[in-house]
């Protein structure tokens, strides 16, 4: 690492991380799933922004002819470059949250039936170790590792499992685990249906999410006919027309550039938007 790299980083952890906010950073990337250090990744967020700035800063100058201002452009997509791949991980995490909590009702299921038929909990936790259960059964996986190698407790692998995701349902899941682990077998076949309840729970959250999707997404089609379709033509239509009336002041190669660049990125813009409003359980 070169001294203006360490000079770069140690000023931006000082500006940009205060204590409170290197603890929140570190937290974040955990519960993004980023395996990185908060220096580490500090100092992987500074050496991009200031290549894509440099890079970006050097075509817009270029392009509009403005020689004498490189260093705003520059300093103007770094600041923006820099705030965006920081903020990453805080949004990273929730993403990574509501996919694990879709994946958790098939997992708690399985394990309740599990339970009922009075397998050991450790064999339980060992078969929700699988990657066919996602994000959830690699987390599972970690918990096992933490009890099998790492002479953790139960109860501290799982609480554990809770710490590593940004979920409140899954916290409470956590809970009804280590409370069916601590109980035992009280009652032959039902020891597991707290964990099936819970859910069960999940599940009906999910069919309501899809149902108000279902009525959004209407709308969302007749935006984004809207925006592919109709707005273009009535925008080439005006150009045709209007040209002979009116004094316009697109050319020919605008005229060619909006339809074809302009128009089609609006509607990858619509489609983006339209996925981030898709509930995860339905990607």
Known sequence: MSGLEVALKNGFLKVFCSAQRKEKL????????????????????????????????????LWLSIVFFPVVFSLLFFAVYFFGLSFYP??????????????????????????????????????????????????????????????ASVQSALNGFGERVDSVYLKRCV?????????????????????KAVAQEQLSKQKSEMTEYNGRLVVFSLVFIAVSAIVPALFQAFIIVGSNFLYLSFTPMQALLIPAVVFPLIDLGVLCFIRSKTPVFMK
């Open 26 to 61: 570190k937290k974040d990337l955990l519960q993004a799933g980023i395996d990185s250090s908060v220096d580490s990744f500090v100092s992987a967020v500074i050496l991009v922004a200031v290549l894509v700035s440099l890079f970006v800063s050097s075509v817009v100058s």
């Open 90 to 151: 805080n949004r990273l995490k929730k993403i990574r949250g509501k996919k694990i909590e879709s994946e958790l009702p098939l997992l708690l299921r399985t394990m309740a039936i599990e339970i009922n038929v009075n397998l050991p909990f450790e064999k339980v936790l060992e078969n929700a170790a699988n990657p066919s259960f996602g994000e959830a059964g690699k987390e599972m996986g970690i918990v096992l590792l933490d009890i099998r190698v790492a002479g």
């Open 175 to 195: 809970r009804h685990m280590i409370s069916v682990y601590e109980q035992g077998k009280p009652d032959e076949g039902t020891a597991g249906e707290p964990l």
